[in-house]
């Protein structure tokens, strides 16, 4: 019985050192991830903002139609065409 415990002990062992191998060459992989994850995470409150405080873009906006209202048109309707697309890559991609 005692051989049968000692193999066991050094089973587990070997297991526990392949997970910890493991577990960091995840860490190394993740790592590159991480910047994308964090502007992501940036966009999303930003996002936020905005929704919390329309009268801020509202203003932005205003103040771009006076300043330059050919380039807010030309912006506008790549913002649109952006818009558009995110959407049909979302339904496509994302829908649950």
Known sequence: MHARL??????RGALRARCALQRAAFVA???GLRQLC???DRV???TTWLRQHPATLGGALALLVL????????????GFFAWQTWRS???????G
């Open 29 to 31: 992989h993740a790592d």
């Open 44 to 46: 999303r409150a930003g």
């Open 6 to 11: 000692l193999e066991l002990r050094e089973a």
């Open 38 to 40: 964090l502007a992501a």
């Open 67 to 78: 300043i330059k209202p050919a380039r807010l048109w030309r912006w506008g309707r790549r």
């Open 89 to 95: 890559l979302r339904s496509r991609f994302f829908a």
